[in-house]
């Protein structure tokens, strides 16, 4: 059976060996593989790398975006905690409108944000952290899955309240719970959701929220 796997390009500076092993737990059933050079990663064979977390390190002197692109993985993440390193990076895919393939990974983020972040990445969303996006000078690319304009105020705080929990992973079911209401009204309350944000579903929705946290739904 063909494998899914996820590849960490980097010297461990930036994703940890604590981090790594907290990815394989997040994804028991695909292979992660880590490699200080793209052409030293074991070949994927009829498999998909669903995901390729380049180290910062890895950019810091030279960004050469071609490089990046060579490799099979379907989305490919800036890990960093240099937001300097992060903004040059981003200027780079910016010129090349290539945010529906690249993304970025915040590794000072809180650890269930963290997650829910490296979840969109996984599933092909090109993640950009709001906040590099106002210090770059740039307006939202219109090809970006995850950021729309929009105006304000959109959401209701009961609506807040669910997206945010959405955004660290739990399903309605489990968020039916925590906030004692039906399985059905969570439902309802995430149509209005993603019906007012002008996204296609929960996981957009989440990355609306992870986007800006603090209220910009």
């Given at each position: 059976?063909?494998?899914?796997?996820?590849?960490?390009?980097?010297?461990?500076?930036?994703?940890?060996?604590?981090?790594a092993?907290?990815?394989?737990?997040?994804?028991?059933?695909?292979?992660?593989?880590?490699?200080?050079?793209?052409?030293?990663?074991?070949?994927?064979?009829?498999?998909?790398?669903?995901?390729?977390?380049?180290?910062?390190?890895?950019?810091?002197?030279?960004?050469?975006?071609?490089?990046?692109?060579?490799?099979s993985?379907?989305?490919?993440?800036?890990?960093?905690?240099?937001?300097?390193?992060?903004?040059?990076?981003?200027?780079?895919?910016?010129?090349?409108?290539?945010?529906?393939?690249?993304?970025?990974?915040?590794m000072?983020?809180?650890?269930?944000?963290?997650?829910?972040?490296?979840?969109?990445?996984?599933?092909?969303?090109?993640?950009?952290?709001?906040?590099?996006?106002?210090?770059?000078?740039?307006?939202?690319?219109?090809?970006?899955?995850l950021?729309?304009?929009?105006?304000?105020?959109?959401?209701?705080?009961?609506?807040?309240?669910?997206?945010?929990?959405?955004?660290?992973?739990?399903?309605?079911?489990?968020?039916?719970?925590?906030?004692?209401?039906?399985?059905?009204?969570?439902?309802?309350?995430?149509?209005?959701?993603?019906?007012?944000?002008?996204?296609?579903?929960?996981t957009?929705?989440?990355?609306?929220?992870?986007?800006?946290?603090?209220?910009?739904?």
């Amino acid at each position: 059976m063909a494998g899914v796997y996820i590849n960490i390009i980097g010297h461990g500076l930036t994703v940890s060996n604590k981090c790594a092993e907290a990815i394989k737990l997040e994804f028991p059933s695909v292979e992660v593989n880590r490699a200080d050079d793209p052409d030293l990663l074991p070949s994927s064979g009829d498999g998909v790398v669903k995901l390729a977390l380049v180290e910062e390190e890895m950019v810091e002197d030279d960004i050469d975006l071609d490089v990046l692109e060579s490799m099979s993985a379907k989305c490919i993440a800036l890990a960093y905690n240099d937001k300097s390193v992060a903004l040059r990076f981003f200027d780079h895919v910016s010129e090349r409108e290539a945010f529906s393939r690249f993304g970025f990974l915040p590794m000072n983020l809180r650890y269930d944000c963290w997650v829910s972040m490296l979840r969109l990445l996984f599933l092909g969303h090109g993640c950009v952290p709001q906040d590099l996006m106002k210090l770059g000078g740039h307006k939202p690319p219109l090809d970006h899955k995850l950021i729309k304009t929009r105006p304000k105020p959109r959401l209701t705080p009961r609506e807040r309240e669910i997206l945010a929990l959405v955004a660290r992973g739990k399903q309605n079911k489990l968020i039916a719970g925590e906030l004692a209401l039906s399985e059905h009204t969570v439902k309802l309350h995430m149509h209005h959701i993603i019906k007012k944000l002008g996204v296609r579903n929960r996981t957009e929705a989440a990355g609306i929220y992870l986007s800006n946290p603090r209220g910009s739904a």
